[in-house]
């Protein structure tokens, strides 16, 4: 079993910045892939960025690519989403998942994930 708690959400201008961490229970984090999925109202729950279990791999979203950076430290069991250049579009709820999986699983489909976080609101104005 995995816990997650996501933070680091909140208000930001247009073309700001926000760091969201994504800080998961258990001695066995290092086996966990991890991607962080978002949630606009009225919306499908779409995929952002995806780090596979040794942080050698990283995937992200068109719509994000260049802007933000999932990162992760194994041995304090936390992964990070850095957003930059941020974009009214960009406003949802994000949520950080967890599960075993390996190298050849589809890091960016939402179906592989078993543990999620609560999320945490992002809001962006214009």
């Known amino acids: 079993q995995v816990q997650l708690i996501e933070s680091g959400g909140g208000l930001v201008q247009a073309g700001g910045s926000l760091r969201l961490s994504c800080a998961a229970s258990?001695?066995?984090?290092?086996?966990?892939?991890m991607g962080w999925f978002r949630q606009a109202p009225g919306k499908e729950r779409e995929f952002v960025a995806a780090?596979?279990?040794?942080?050698?791999?990283?995937y992200y979203a068109d719509s994000v690519k260049g802007r933000f950076t999932i990162s992760r430290v194994n041995a304090k069991n936390t992964v990070t989403l850095r957003m930059d250049s941020l974009k009214p579009e960009d406003t949802a709820v994000y949520y950080c998942?967890?599960?075993?999986?390996?190298?050849?699983?589809?890091?960016?489909?939402?179906?592989?994930?078993?543990?999620w976080g609560q999320g945490t609101q992002v809001t962006v104005s214009s």
């Open positions: 780090i596979n279990w040794s942080g050698i791999s990283t």
């Open positions: 998942a967890a599960d075993r999986l390996s190298d050849y699983a589809d890091l960016r489909n939402r179906y592989v994930y078993n543990y």
């Open positions: 258990g001695r066995t984090f290092g086996n966990y892939a």
